[in-house]
């Protein structure tokens, strides 16, 4: 499957990450008005108009700089804009032409990327017209937004889903990805290893041991998977090592290309904010998903325990609280099996096709008894519902109003469809559109 990866640009404060905060519909980018304060990576995923993409924001990028930060910073961006499928180039519309522009421009063009300018700032008639000078940058196509305030990044992002294409799903003849993921020195590599049957993979205590993604054949349960270990995902607050960078970039990859992600964590740490931001990551990419609590050995427990745990977790997790969890010891082998049963179940389950039939006569009955609420002294009227064509489960309701639906009911529908359908562990999509 081609990357849908999208890395963001520019010279140092030209509003790199406030972008990537309203692309994300995030604040996990630090922003300030001081230069250089994104020195390491910020990943996240964007949904736009039922199309889904990873974008990752990046340092400022300067040339000419012996600063050793801003060259480690520089050679980063390099290899993000390397492995993207299209670069956003971010510059200041209030500002003006810059040469450290020009410097950013010149390095893009030796990589050969598709490139969207993106002229941020742009906050009043004046800056939008002032915004025609950086087509002297080289590049055709210039957007001008205020990402502060959201305005021009609809056109941007119509244009670059349009850019990026249907997400594809993988020929039916490759066989399924489960991808391992997870905070480093949480087990990823013990559980590949335990479940190959073999030391394919380096362990150590060392955080951070793993840097690349690794594929290796596994054979079981009457079928051929793709399991890929992956590098540990962490939050840090200083500049990273390029090598940990580079394998950062690699396992948004190795999930974007997967079907099902065992989600692991460690029993003997709470299920915290970096587990939640990677599970955030792969249900906006629509993976199938099964949460490992590895080192299970390590925790005195009782009768209670694993029910306690389970609850703590999917606490969490909502308002995605249909996962499985599965209590396992890679070093002793317990329940990995069981852990792999649940992810092809997962897969399966993520491959479901409903004839158009069949849930007209499920759900419309459930609707008309539950409608949506009046909005306005408006009445909703869902009228039929199809699944779509996608590489995973979304599904589009027909309604006079589309406009009015809110979240409450959408959430209410999708958890009347998990109750019926079983999407245990999937995320799925609800989308809904006009018809009169």
């Not at 003006?96 to 742009?122: S, W």
């Not at 690349?212 to 399991?227: C, E, K, P, V, Y």
């Not at 029993?267 to 970096?274: I, K, V």
């Amino acid at each position: 499957m081609p990357s849908r990866l999208v890395s963001i640009v520019g010279r140092p404060n030209v509003g790199k990450s406030t972008l990537f905060n309203r692309l994300t519909e995030s604040r996990s980018a630090i922003t300030d008005a001081s230069a250089g304060t994104t020195r390491d990576r910020h990943y996240g995923s964007v949904l736009w108009n039922g199309r889904s993409f990873t974008v990752i924001d990046t340092g400022g990028y300067v040339s000419g700089s012996e600063d050793v930060f801003e060259s480690q910073i520089n050679r980063q961006v390099r290899e993000a804009v390397k492995q993207s499928a299209v670069v956003l180039f971010v510059v200041d519309a209030a500002a003006g032409l810059n040469p450290l522009d020009e410097a950013v421009a010149d390095m893009l063009r030796t990589e050969g990327r598709p490139v969207i300018v993106v002229a941020n700032k742009a906050d009043d008639y004046r800056t939008l017209q002032s915004s025609a000078e950086f087509y002297a940058l080289g590049f055709d196509k210039i957007f001008s937004v205020a990402a502060i305030s959201g305005s021009g990044t609809g056109d941007l992002l119509d244009y670059l889903v349009d850019l990026l294409g249907a997400e594809e799903a993988e020929p039916p003849t490759e066989f399924p990805r489960i991808t391992v993921v997870g905070r480093p020195n949480v087990g990823k590599s013990s559980i590949v290893n335990a479940l190959l049957g073999e030391e394919k993979h380096i362990v150590t205590p060392v955080a951070g041991t793993t840097r690349d993604s690794i594929d290796s054949h596994f054979r079981g349960f009457g079928m051929d998977f793709i399991l890929v270990d992956t590098a540990g995902l962490r939050k840090k607050g200083r500049a990273m090592e390029d090598i940990e960078f580079y394998s950062v970039l690699r396992t948004i990859q190795s999930i974007e290309r997967s079907d099902v992600c065992l989600l692991v964590t460690d029993a003997r740490e709470e299920f915290g904010q970096q587990e939640l931001n990677i599970l955030r990551l792969l249900e906006k990419n629509h993976k199938g998903v099964v949460i490992l609590v590895n080192k299970w050995d390590l925790v005195e427990k009782d009768t209670r325990t694993t029910d306690l745990y389970r609850r703590q977790i999917l606490g969490r997790t909502a308002p995605f609280t249909d996962i499985p969890v599965v209590f396992t010891s890679a070093v002793r082998r317990q329940r990995l099996l069981k852990a792999f049963e649940e992810a092809l179940a997962v897969y399966n389950r993520r491959q479901q096709k409903f004839k158009t039939s069949e849930l007209n006569a499920t759900l419309l009955p459930i609707i008309e008894e539950n409608p949506p609420p009046a909005i306005k002294g408006k009445y909703i009227r869902i009228k039929y519902i199809t699944q779509l064509a996608t590489p995973y489960p979304s599904f589009a309701f027909f309604c006079n109003l589309p406009q009015y639906v809110r979240e409450p009911y959408k959430r209410f529908l999708e958890n009347k469809m998990r109750e019926l359908f079983d999407f245990h562990g999937v995320p799925i999509e609800l989308f809904f559109r006009a018809k009169s």
